[in-house]
């Protein structure tokens, strides 16, 4: 089935500094959904981009659709302690019925 | 609008009980997922729900069922719990099917001793 390659698996940054975090596929998405889950919660939707080259922010968040449709970035400007969490991306199959999942990014932030 | 509630939030049990978790989906989602996550495995698929059928089924063992109610709330089952079930238990809802963007719940976090 079709995987999703998150990078980097765990981030430690300053209070203050921007954070890159990808996901990557070989294969083709049509959509894809940025995550984050704080400890011991459900995750929540930050940010879902439905076309190639999308560009969309959601305050210090913005995240890009990749124009091969195969990569997706998320982006976070001046973090702050309460960015700490895992940040998972998403896509549905293309020839399944569920979405699928990349392993996620551990963000801590050193305040 | 509220959002997907789970209930309980924490259950521990012992080895060999079976256990009962409760989602209830957002108003007017049809479509409930059931995820398990582990800190080594990541989000597992279990199964989804629509109109009170399973439609969708992940690689887990017989043990793990769940139904869905007219009101499209679902309950999840684990029958003789093994201590490898100990996990945070997701649930998720969309309007219409489990490829779609997908609302979690808070979990139900079991602890299996």
């Known amino acids: 089935g079709q995987q999703l390659n998150q990078s980097p698996q765990s981030m430690f940054i300053q209070e203050g500094e921007d954070v890159s975090m990808n996901c990557t596929s070989s294969?083709?998405?049509?959509?894809w959904l940025w995550y984050k889950q704080d400890p011991g919660e459900g995750p929540v939707l930050l940010i879902a981009?439905?076309?190639?080259?999308e560009l969309t922010s959601n305050g210090r968040l913005t995240a890009q659709f990749g124009i091969t449709r195969k990569d997706s970035f998320l982006n976070i400007s001046a973090s702050i302690p309460s960015d700490v969490g895992i940040y998972f991306c998403?896509?549905?199959?293309?020839?399944?019925?569920?979405?699928?999942f990349g392993a996620g990014t551990i963000l801590r932030v050193k305040s | 609008k509220a959002g997907v509630t789970q209930t309980p939030r924490y259950l521990i049990k012992t080895r060999g009980q079976q256990v009962t978790l409760s989602c209830s989906p957002i108003?007017?989602?049809?479509?409930v997922s059931w995820y398990q996550q582990t800190p080594g495995q990541g989000l597992q698929f279990l199964f989804e729900?629509?109109?009170?059928?399973?439609?969708n089924k992940g690689n887990f063992p017989g043990r793990f069922s769940g139904r869905q109610f007219s009101n499209s709330r679902s309950e999840m089952n684990v029958s003789t719990l093994e201590l490898g079930d100990s996990a945070l238990y997701l649930c998720?809802?969309?309007?219409?099917?489990?490829?779609?963007?997908?609302?979690f719940g808070p979990g139900t976090r079991l602890l299996v001793l």
């Open positions: 998720a809802s969309s309007l219409s099917g489990s490829r779609e963007t997908q609302y």
């Open positions: 294969s083709i998405f049509n959509t």
């Open positions: 981009l439905y076309k190639a080259g």
């Open positions: 998403a896509g549905p199959e293309r020839y399944g019925n569920k979405l699928v």
């Open positions: 108003s007017g989602h049809r479509s």
């Open positions: 729900y629509f109109s009170e059928t399973q439609r």
